[in-house]
């Protein structure tokens, strides 16, 4: 006889990012990235997101910081300016993969941008890419990432489509 597991219910909060959430941020995103692309040494990147981050933030950018479990921690976070619909950083830590939290923080996205939203994603993280197509994003161009070289993908969802 098998056991039932139980069944996860989905709550969190959302909140704009505090200065005490930085750490944590930072560790999020740096496991979240070892799970996708292990190869890469993104520890030697915390310099460059703590940048980044002011500098999306001084330019118009909000940070929202999703919070689940009790007590609250965080599972995720995303960087949208508002006024251009440029979303910068989406990122749900590996705990929370496949829980509907990148849902929520997209919808908080799009909240945030009504009426579009754009974005670069590596063009071999085909995982991504499907969580970005199956949300009515388009391709929309190609580039490269700066800091690795890698080849990405411009995907665009529009709020009127």
Known sequence: MT???PERTLSASLRPRSDGDLPAMLDLW????RATFPE?????RRDWLTRQIASLETDGAVTLCLFADDPPA??????INPNTGWLDQICVGPAH?????G???MEAARAASPGVVRLDVNADNARAIRFYERRGF?????????????????MEWRGSR
């Open 3 to 5: 056991a039932a597991l």
């Open 30 to 33: 740096v496991a979240s990235w």
């Open 40 to 44: 890469i040494d993104f520890d030697a």
């Open 74 to 79: 965080l599972a995720g976070f995303v960087i």
């Open 97 to 101: 993969f496949g829980e509907g939290f």
């Open 103 to 105: 849902e929520m923080l």
């Open 138 to 154: 388009l391709q929309v161009g190609r580039g490269a990432n700066t800091l690795s070289g890698r080849a990405t993908i411009m």
